[in-house]
């Protein structure tokens, strides 16, 4: 029997093994589903606390079930491990690492290609591989397969390989994974036709493209595309406010056309590792080429212009509430940089934070995800929502929407609150919106 159908035989039966490497937002979620549906799971990631913190069934990733996790472990269908071993015992390594920008916002794609480069080291005939990260088009032709190709072994003939985008959004209970389609590009047809077998498995609807670079590319699309209406949607507020006019009362008016519209959001500006790194790489990728990618360069710097636009209003809200020469109180309600997430990367509330200290007003914040705050500059405590102390602000400056906030509690305590999500969807005596 080939190898190709020796292994689509054994995806077939569930008797592949597959390794996830990389257990975070992306991997762990999809480890858990092929384990629950009867495969047998590595999960292999460098991190030895976060293979404790798995063993113990310590929740670190919002929307996974650590209790599934834990019995999955207990009926030996998942292994978390630090051994890259386990790779040699794989038929299916699916890779899942960050990607996230370096300081001077080129990509970093250093985690791919060392566990690329683990994969090498245990490559052997049959295996497929698929990789998963974000990344800019021909990642995987041009990193990952000429790595993979020194082990000696030849794609389509000895091994496979893919690239199929995640598109997880963590915390949503209404797209879980398995309900979310799945784009798959192989380096050859049987690469596709072997993937498409695999998640198929897992999720409902697989689509085959041409090859691995429309796969990455629709990846840098999906989000350049949420980058740019939100950035778009920014600049929208930024001339109503100008104008006197209600922002969020023009989106609902726009939203009742029935087709060539969609709703997006202002807000104090982005954050996570996808919206506002994923499409730099494809800018990055493009400028190699000699083509500079303007929309994506606007919006990212109109997107990043709003923490400075939210401290500036707060200051002019500030203004109006007081008369003291005291230094200024502000609260911040959420820090993390999505609603119900536990995750503070690039969160637009630490921009906040950081230009409101320098400005000299005294800034505390409150997050029931984040109990302790230490990053950069910033070094304190989650305050506690209670009565007393929310009198003590002047303004309570509402970033982060989480569904744990007491939002009437909060607003019928605090002196003044400025809403940059429109969580009070209409206008209090003390409520100011964005
Ligand atoms: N988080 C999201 O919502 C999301 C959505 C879609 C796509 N993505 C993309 O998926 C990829 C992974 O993102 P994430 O959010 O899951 O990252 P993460 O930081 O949550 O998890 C990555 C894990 O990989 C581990 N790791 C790093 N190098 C390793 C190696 N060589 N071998 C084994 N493990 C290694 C880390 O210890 C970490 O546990 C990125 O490319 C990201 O852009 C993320």
Known sequence: MSIERLLKKKI??????????????????????????GYFVYGLDTSPSRIKRLERAEQYIVGVDFKRVLSLIKKKKFLPTTGQNVLGNSDVIIVCVPTPLRKVKIPNISYVSKATQAIKKYLKKGQLIIL??????????????????KSGLVEEKDFFLCFSPERVNPGDKKFPITKISKVVGGLSFKSSELAKDLYSKIIKNVVSVSNPEVAETAKLL??????????????????CDRLGINVWEVIEAAKTKPFGFMPFYPGPGIGGHCIPCDPVYLSWKA???GFKTKMIDLASYINHFMPKFVVAKVEEQLKSVRSSEKKAKVLILGVTYKKDVKDLRESPALDIIEELKRKGIKVDYSDPLIPYLKIDQIDQKSTSLTRSNLRKYDCVVLVTDHSYFDYEFIRKNSKLVFDTRNVYKKDFDNVRRL
């Open 132 to 149: 998963e990260s974000t990344s800019y088009p021909t990642t995987t032709r041009e990193i990952v397969l000429p790595i993979l190709k």
């Open 222 to 239: 999906e989000n350049t595309f949420r980058l740019v209406n939100i950035a778009l949607e920014n600049e929208f507020a930024l001339v």
């Open 12 to 37: 077939e039966e569930r008797k592949a093994k597959i390794c996830v490497v990389g257990l975070g937002y992306v991997g762990l979620p999809l480890a858990v589903e092929f384990a629950s549906k």
């Open 287 to 289: 400028k190699k080429l």
